[in-house]
Nanobody, 126 residues
């Protein structure tokens, strides 16, 4: 079983920045496409950003493009999300996810990911 653990959430003012990290204790997940999703109260889980296995290709939701940057350190098994220019509408629980190792494409549907963290909460105040 793969365990994913997010960190870095918190309260920030609009326009501020945060960096999230997602560790996989005991694993590198070098063979897995990884992604960040978020879920606001009363809303469905939505794709935020994804990254391919070597870290050479990324994909972003339009709502975060140009403000968020996803990256990964395969030696450490850690996934990151650098968030700049935060807006109140970015308030949500942010979850990291990973696909099965044999699958190579970045997907936007939560159903394409089998490993999930518990999430870290971000609140952006106006």
């Amino acid at each position: 079983q793969v365990q994913l653990v997010e960190s870095g959430g918190g309260l920030v003012q609009a326009g501020g920045s945060l960096t999230l990290a997602c560790a996989a204790p005991g694993r590198t997940l070098v063979g897995s496409v990884r992604a960040w999703f978020r879920q606001a109260p009363g809303k469905e889980r939505e794709f935020v950003a994804g990254i391919n296995r070597p870290g050479s290709d990324t994909s972003y939701a339009d709502s975060v493009k140009g403000r968020f940057t996803i990256s990964r350190d395969n030696a450490k098994g850690t996934l990151y999300l650098q968030m700049n220019g935060l807006k109140p509408e970015d308030t949500a629980v942010y979850l990291c996810a990973a696909r099965r190792e044999e699958l190579s494409h970045i997907k936007w549907s939560p159903t394409d990911y089998v490993y999930w963290g518990q999430g870290t909460h971000i609140t952006v105040s106006s």
